[in-house]
């Protein structure tokens, strides 16, 4: 019998100690330590092959060769994007999400649609499960095998039967390995488990993708250390309300962590949204106060969103302010600029924000579009639906110049708009005859203001 030792490790940031210890050094929480047990032989379940090894070369990095053509289409474009071009191979990609957001619907998405030889395991639905939600979603990759399975050793010897280009596993917190003790979840067990697919992934050449629950303040369930051990981290986000879904990586050893994709959860899946400005610009006939259009950047992609505000009198003596997909904070201060610096009394007045689509969006370029949009409400007069904006505005009530400023006038360009306001500050070096929108550049919130209602 293996000698049993115990380690306690804190269930916040998975710092390891030998002792109980009441407040985690490393993250500074209090009573986060659970002891788990950990087996002291210390064999790995993939680690055959690493012994085998015998010679050890370094190469002079001219020398070394790679192919760009190397990375697997995922044949899913907004994935592709996320990823910075495809799969690259023997790579491992954690993709974490709330509960119900559609983590497995994307990934089983891929893997049938996908031109290679797929393994999808789920460790949380039945094989017959699996099936049910396949046939609502199209099949057209006939190598896509499915199981059932929560035990790594189990899962590595399906993969030598099955050879699979990719692996799917839905969830890291069902695996368990057999040479840690302690159970699905923990955080030994999840480190341990992806330590091994790790192995597993850059022996074969295997990209793996791993879903991961997270905790109720967004952090992939687990410790931190498992998104120092994977390539590439995907957050998989939206409202649950709307149909809407972003997929953005915090982490891309092989890309850039700008970039973004974005889908929409239809009865027959996902679809892949690739002009996002359409669906987040409400069509309407008729032209009310109190919207505004900010031309925004999410990552390296530009937008245009629709802001919504409504002021009015307010009925109790505090006034309410609340905002959905803008920070609140930034909402008050705005507000507190546009009374002191500006004039408008609005002091006396509930102030409601909505970001249209139900998407959060932390741009300071559209600061200007919450302000329009809320003078246009408190004025009742609305703004034109051919004028859109991109600037911040400055404590001193001042319009500041926004970064990329070419990309979210051509994108308004391309999408019709007739003006854009900016910051004069913005004009520098800006080539005004190359775009097919007028660009009207502002100082003051006074100087937009008396241009847009006159
Ligand atoms: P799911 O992929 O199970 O979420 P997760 O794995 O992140 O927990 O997504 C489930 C939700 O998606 C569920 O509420 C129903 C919805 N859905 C659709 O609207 N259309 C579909 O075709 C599918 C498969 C799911
Ligand atoms: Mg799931």
Redo the contacts with the bound molecule.
């Keep these: 019998m293996s000698k049993q030792k115990t380690v306690f490790y804190c269930q916040n940031c998975g710092y390891q100690t030998s002792k109980w210890l009441g407040k985690c050094p490393s993250c500074e929480k209090w009573n986060s330590f659970v002891e788990e047990v950990v087996k002291t032989d210390d064999k790995h379940a993939y680690s055959k092959n690493v012994s085998a090894k015998e010679t050890v070369e370094a190469h002079p990095i001219q020398e070394v060769a790679y192919s760009t053509e190397i990375r697997l289409n995922a044949c899913n474009g907004e994935l592709n994007r996320v990823l910075g071009g495809g799969i690259v191979p023997g790579s491992l990609i954690l993709i974490g999400?709330e509960?119900?957001?559609?983590?497995?619907?994307?990934m089983l998405q891929v893997a049938l649609n996908i031109n290679a030889k797929v393994l999808y395991v789920s460790g949380e639905e039945s094989s017959q499960q699996i099936k049910m939600?396949a046939d609502?979603?199209t099949i057209k990759n006939p190598a896509c095998y499915i199981a059932t399975e929560t035990s790594t050793q189990n899962i590595f010897q399906l993969a030598e039967q099955v050879t699979p280009e990719v692996i799917i596993i839905d969830s890291i917190q069902t695996l368990h390995t057999e040479i840690i003790d302690s159970s699905a979840g923990s955080i030994s067990q999840i480190k341990e488990c992806a330590a091994e697919f790790q192995r597993y992934a850059k022996l074969t050449g295997v990209p793996v993708f791993l879903?991961g629950h997270i905790t109720k303040d967004g952090a992939i369930a687990g410790p931190k250390i498992l998104e120092h051990m994977v390539d590439t981290v995907l957050q998989f986000e939206g409202d649950r309300n709307y149909g809407y879904r972003i997929l953005r990586s915090s982490k891309n050893r092989f890309g850039s962590t700008s970039e973004l994709g974005i889908y929409e959860?239809?009865?027959?899946?996902l679809r892949e949204v690739s002009n996002p400005s359409e669906i987040l610009i409400s069509q309407k006939d008729q032209l009310l106060s109190g919207t505004s259009i900010a031309s925004t950047l999410e990552g390296m992609r530009p937008m245009l969103i629709e802001i919504q505000a409504l002021v009015s009198s307010s009925v109790y003596g505090t006034p309410q302010r609340s905002s959905t997909g803008f920070d609140l904070r930034r909402l008050n201060m705005l507000l507190a600029v546009l009374e002191k610096r500006c004039g408008f009394r609005l002091g006396a007045k509930d102030v409601f924000l909505n970001i249209a689509g139900g998407i959060r969006v932390d741009d300071p370029a559209i600061d200007l579009a919450v302000v329009s949009a809320i003078l246009s409400s408190n004025a009742d007069i609305p703004v034109d639906a051919k004028i859109c904006f991109a600037a911040e505005v400055g404590l001193t009530g001042e319009i500041r110049p926004v970064n990329r400023i070419e990309n979210r006038i051509s994108e308004a360009g391309k999408l019709g708009f007739e003006k854009i306001f900016i910051s004069k500050y913005n004009l520098k070096g800006l080539d005004i005859q190359k775009y097919n929108i007028d660009i009207v550049p502002a100082s003051t919130v006074e100087n937009v203001f008396s241009r847009l209602f006159g």
């Design positions: 999400g509960p119900g957001i559609g983590k497995s619907t994307l939600r609502r979603l879903i959860m239809q009865n027959s899946g």
